[in-house]
């Protein structure tokens, strides 16, 4: 049953309690206050009867009672009818009717009241709308006779009748008040609670968007207010869990990635030993073999040593990638005038352009940032080597620097052999060569880039590739200036 046909199951039960229990007790105070006049009414007569009768037996001539009420009764009987306005009826103290008011109307049978007031009690006797009163007529010494009054209730009956009606009507009048008062409370009280509900439903959907909205002072106002902050924190609960989540999968991603890429370099770096630890092998036996050839010594010796020097530089940058990757870069900041640091590389790597028959032009802009000298020499020296080996005969590499707002760029621009647009984001990846053979014939490893790109993020800057009109690359470090 719902809450609503409860209450109003209640409220009809209290209302017809209390309205019958008031009735009750209305309809007996009536009836007693009734009785209470009757007896009171019908008392006064019999003492003025009582009077008449007295002064008229002491008064009259001495006989004894029974023959003085046989004698009068029936006079008596007619005068006091005539001034009560109700049937008067005398008996003597046998019992016998002596005199009646209205004497042609039947005979009344209450011989038990009749009796009663023979041993001097009042008694009374009702039949229908009528009643009959009986009282002894007590005289000087003894008993005279019982008078008898006959009278109707009809008046009183009626007015009963009409309170009861009354009493009816008003009761079913405030059940029906009260139902219909009682109900509209309870609608609102059961609106606010379906409200209620309903917040509780969307939460449990996992809808926190939405609260009761229930503008209530009382408890129900203050259960809204505790469910609205529930779904609050239970909102901030289950998105901190998501983000947690989120976190969490993209941490294991990132793990998974780690651990590939781990695999790979080791995959790498063994193969890349392999190759030129090969070639020493082969000349070694060579050199065993032919103890007497001199060009041959020449040659292997030459390449032995070549091969050696490629190992040694490989196994440097291994070293100092993989100690990047794992331990606090050794960083020691400091104000760096790139003009003067870029003029002083170029002068430095002018003979290996000369040498390889390029040009080598700058066209430099004072600029100063806060940096790792060593880093930065380490990066512009390595990008540099790279635009003059990956370079046409006759090319030319120019470095150049530009303010863009609060950063300066760096730009190695060669007339070289290009990457093409598809491989320019694997270049800085480690061991990762565009022309393997290229690369080995320029004692190459794929790692100078890999090394560029840490170094560039330590100093917080960014390394991009673009074209160089129609041949060649631009390399562009872009540093935040000082
Ligand atoms: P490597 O030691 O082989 O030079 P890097 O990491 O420095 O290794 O370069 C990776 C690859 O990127 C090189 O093998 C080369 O193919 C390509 N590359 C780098 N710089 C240039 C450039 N300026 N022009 C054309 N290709 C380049």
Same mark, same amino acid.
């Given at each position: 049953?719902?809450?609503?046909?409860?209450?109003?199951?209640?409220?009809?039960?209290?209302?017809?309690?209390?309205?019958?229990?008031?009735?009750?007790? !209305?309809?007996?105070?009536?009836?007693?206050?009734?009785?209470?006049?009757?007896?009171?009414?019908?008392?006064?007569?019999?003492?003025?009867?009582?009077?008449?009768?007295?002064?008229?037996?002491?008064?009259?001539?001495?006989?004894?009672?029974?023959?003085?009420?046989?004698?009068?009764?029936?006079?008596?009987?007619?005068?006091?009818?005539?001034?009560?306005?109700?049937?008067?009826?005398?008996?003597?103290?046998?019992?016998?009717?002596?005199?009646?008011?209205?004497?042609?109307?039947?005979?009344?049978?209450?011989?038990?009241?009749?009796?009663?007031?023979?041993?001097?009690?009042?008694?009374?006797?009702?039949?229908?709308?009528?009643?009959?009163?009986?009282?002894?007529?007590?005289?000087?010494?003894?008993?005279?006779?019982?008078?008898?009054? +006959?009278?109707?209730?009809?008046?009183?009956?009626?007015?009963?009748?009409?309170?009861?009606?009354?009493?009816?009507?008003?009761?079913?009048?405030?059940?029906?008040?009260? &139902?219909?008062?009682?109900?509209?409370?309870?609608?609102?009280?059961?609106?606010?609670?379906?409200?209620?509900?309903?917040?509780?439903?969307? =939460?449990?959907?996992?809808?926190?968007?939405? %609260?009761?909205?229930?503008?209530?002072?009382?408890?129900?106002?203050?259960?809204?207010?505790?469910?609205?902050?529930? *779904?609050?924190? =239970?909102?901030?609960?289950?998105?901190?869990?998501?983000?947690?989540?989120?976190?969490?999968?993209?941490?294991?991603? *990132?793990?998974?990635?780690?651990?590939?890429?781990?695999? +790979?370099?080791?995959?790498?770096?063994?193969?890349?030993?392999?190759?030129?630890?090969?070639?020493?092998?082969?000349?070694?036996? &060579?050199?065993?073999?032919?103890?007497?050839?001199?060009?041959? =010594?020449?040659?292997?010796?030459?390449?032995?040593?070549?091969?050696?020097?490629?190992?040694?530089?490989?196994?440097?940058?291994?070293?100092?990638?993989?100690?990047?990757?794992?331990?606090?870069?050794?960083?020691?900041?400091?104000?760096?005038?790139?003009?003067?640091?870029?003029?002083?590389?170029?002068?430095?790597?002018?003979?290996?352009?000369?040498?390889?028959?390029?040009? &080598?032009?700058?066209?430099?802009?004072?600029?100063?940032?806060?940096?790792? *000298?060593?880093?930065? /020499?380490?990066?512009?020296?390595? &990008?540099?080597? %790279?635009?003059?080996?990956?370079?046409?005969?006759?090319?030319?590499?120019?470095?150049?620097?530009?303010?863009?707002?609060?950063?300066?760029?760096?730009?190695?621009?060669?007339?070289?052999?290009? !990457?093409?647009?598809?491989?320019?984001?694997?270049?800085?990846?480690?061991?990762?060569? /565009?022309? *393997?053979?290229?690369?080995?014939?320029?004692?190459?490893?794929?790692?100078?880039?890999?090394?560029?790109? +840490?170094?560039?993020?330590? +100093?917080?800057?960014?390394?991009?590739?673009?074209?160089?009109?129609?041949?060649?690359?631009?390399?562009? /470090?872009?540093?935040?200036?000082?």
């Amino acid at each position: 049953m719902s809450l609503k046909g409860k209450f109003s199951l209640f409220i009809a039960a209290l209302l017809i309690c209390t309205i019958g229990l008031l009735s009750g007790f !209305i309809l007996k105070g009536v009836s007693g206050y009734q009785r209470e006049q009757l007896e009171q009414e019908m008392a006064k007569r019999t003492e003025a009867a009582a009077a008449r009768i007295t002064q008229q037996y002491v008064t009259g001539t001495r006989v004894d009672s029974r023959t003085f009420i046989q004698l009068q009764g029936p006079n008596l009987a007619m005068e006091l009818g005539a001034t009560t306005g109700i049937r008067v009826t005398l008996y003597d103290n046998d019992g016998l009717k002596s005199g009646d008011s209205m004497p042609m109307a039947a005979d009344v049978n209450a011989a038990d009241a009749l009796q009663l007031a023979l041993r001097n009690n009042i008694a009374y006797v009702t039949e229908g709308d009528t009643l009959d009163y009986f009282a002894p007529l007590q005289g000087p010494d003894e008993l005279i006779g019982v008078i008898h009054f +006959q009278t109707s209730l009809s008046a009183q009956h009626a007015f009963y009748r009409h309170i009861v009606i009354l009493l009816l009507v008003v009761g079913l009048s405030v059940l029906a008040v009260g &139902l219909a008062i009682g109900l509209f409370y309870m609608n609102r009280q059961a609106s606010a609670i379906t409200k209620l509900k309903l917040s509780t439903d969307r =939460i449990r959907q996992g809808d926190f968007l939405h %609260n009761a909205d229930l503008q209530r002072y009382d408890e129900l106002g203050e259960l809204s207010q505790g469910i609205d902050a529930m *779904r609050l924190s =239970i909102h901030l609960n289950v998105e901190a869990l998501h983000k947690e989540k989120a976190n969490m999968f993209s941490a294991l991603q *990132r793990l998974q990635l780690l651990e590939q890429q781990q695999k +790979q370099f080791i995959g790498n770096v063994s193969h890349e030993l392999k190759t030129p630890l090969t070639t020493i092998k082969a000349y070694a036996e &060579l050199l065993f073999l032919y103890k007497d050839d001199p060009a041959l =010594i020449q040659d292997s010796s030459e390449i032995i040593i070549k091969e050696s020097d490629r190992l040694h530089d490989m196994l440097e940058n291994i070293l100092r990638l993989s100690a990047m990757e794992k331990y606090e870069f050794n960083h020691q900041p400091e104000r760096v005038d790139l003009k003067f640091l870029l003029a002083d590389i170029s002068t430095r790597m002018k003979g290996k352009a000369d040498k390889l028959g390029l040009t &080598l032009l700058t066209d430099l802009q004072p600029a100063n940032v806060w940096a790792d *000298r060593e880093s930065l /020499v380490h990066i512009f020296v390595n &990008l540099l080597d %790279n635009a003059l080996k990956y370079n046409r005969p006759k090319g030319s590499v120019t470095i150049s620097t530009r303010i863009v707002g609060e950063a300066v760029e760096i730009a190695f621009c060669d007339t070289g052999v290009g !990457i093409p647009l598809e491989l320019r984001s694997r270049i800085f990846e480690p061991f990762y060569t /565009v022309n *393997r053979d290229r690369a080995r014939q320029s004692g190459g490893s794929g790692l100078g880039l890999a090394l560029v790109k +840490q170094f560039v993020d330590k +100093q917080n800057g960014t390394i991009t590739v673009r074209d160089n009109g129609k041949f060649g690359t631009c390399f562009v /470090v872009t540093l935040p200036l000082a």
